[in-house]
C-alpha cells in the first residue's frame, strides 16, 4: 500500500500542477504550419500531432462540388488566377496545391470533403468553415448524409449570417459557431460590439461564436457568453502565452496552425 501511494503521489502532484483544461485544440486549415493548408496531408498531420479537431474552408465550384479551400481563387495556392466558381471540379483536379508549401508536397491535389471525412480518426472533429453563401448546403447535406462521421463530430462555422440562419435547421444536431473579427470599422473606426453576435447567434438558435483572438477574453467574457448558453471557440492562436489566457478563460476550442506546439507550450500535455 505505501509503496502503492509512494508511486502515486507524485504523479498527481505532476497532474495537478498542469492546467485543469478541458479546452480542445482545433487544427487551423489542418496542421497548416507543418502541410499545405486545407490539404489531406495537413489533416493527417492534425491527427499525428494530437490535435482534438481540424478545420477546413469550404467553396462550391462551377459545376456544384465542394472544394476544400481558403481563398475564393486558386491563385495563392494552384497558380492560377481564376475564381474557384468560374472553375469545373475536372478543372480543380489539375492543379498542384502543394509544392506551394514545400517540394516535398509536390503533386497534392485538392482533396474531397468525403476523403477527409474518411481519414478522421473516431472521436476526432470536423470543423466546416463556410466560405460561400447559402447555395452550399444542398450538396453538403449530401455528403454529410453519407459521411461515416457522427454529428457531434462535426462543426460548422462561418463569418455569413444568412448561411448559419439556413444551415442549423438543415444540421440541427451538428453544432454551429458564428465566426467574427475584431477590427476596427473603415468608416466608423469603431470595434465591433459582442452583443451584435450574441443576439445574432441567439435569434438564430446557433450553439456559440467563434472569435479572432483580438476580442478582450477573460473568465468574465466567457462567463458572459455562458450566461447567454453560447460557446466559444477562438482563433488563429499560435502564441502560447495567448493560448493560456484563453485555457485559464475557460475557452472551449482554440483553433492553431500548430496544434503540437500548442499543446505541449500552452496546455503542458
Ligand atoms: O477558424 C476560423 C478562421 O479560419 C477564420 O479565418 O481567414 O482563416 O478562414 P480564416
Ligand atoms: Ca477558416
Redo the contacts with the bound molecule.
Sequence with gaps: MTLTLNRLLPLLAASLALPLSATEIVG?RGASHDAPENSLSAMKEAWKQGADGA?L?LWLSKDGRLVVM?DGTTKRIGGVDKKIVDQTWEELQKLDVGSWKDPKFTGERIPTLESIFDATPAGKKMVL?IKCGPEILPELAKVIKTSPLYPKQLVI?SFNYEVMKQSKPLFPEVEHYL?AGYKKDKETGKLPELSEFVEKAKAAKLDGL?LNHGWPIDAAFVKGLKDQGLKLIT??VDDPEIAKRHVKAGVDAI?TDRPAYLRENALGK
Design positions: 487551423h478545420e474552408d481558403h468553415e462555422i465566426l467563434d482563433w488563429t483553433t
